[in-house]
């Protein structure tokens, strides 16, 4: 099981953050297979009180379920 990157969580983590240094965008995606040192694994939980950083963009590049509020934030 993999678990939500944020110190001292024990949640099952459910999707992933990348951040792209060079365009200031984060990619939201499914777990990948390997877990990579630049890449955040968040439990739902966390990623709902989720925020990008100032001046970074969202892309959610799930086809499906995207959820409401990252436009709201991306925009
Ligand atoms: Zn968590």
Redesign the pocket.
């Known amino acids: 099981m993999r678990s ?1 990157t ?1 110190s001292g ?1 024990q ?1 099952k ?1 459910h999707i992933s953050l990348a951040f792209q240094y060079a365009t200031s965008v984060i990619w939201i995606d499914h777990l990948h297979d390997q877990r990579e040192s630049h890449i955040y694994e ?2 739902s ?2 990623w709902q009180r989720f925020a990008a950083p100032t001046g970074w963009n969202l892309d959610d590049r799930r086809r499906a379920d995207v959820l409401p509020f990252v436009h709201r934030l991306a925009g």
């Open positions: 939500c944020r969580c949640e983590a968040l439990c939980k966390h």
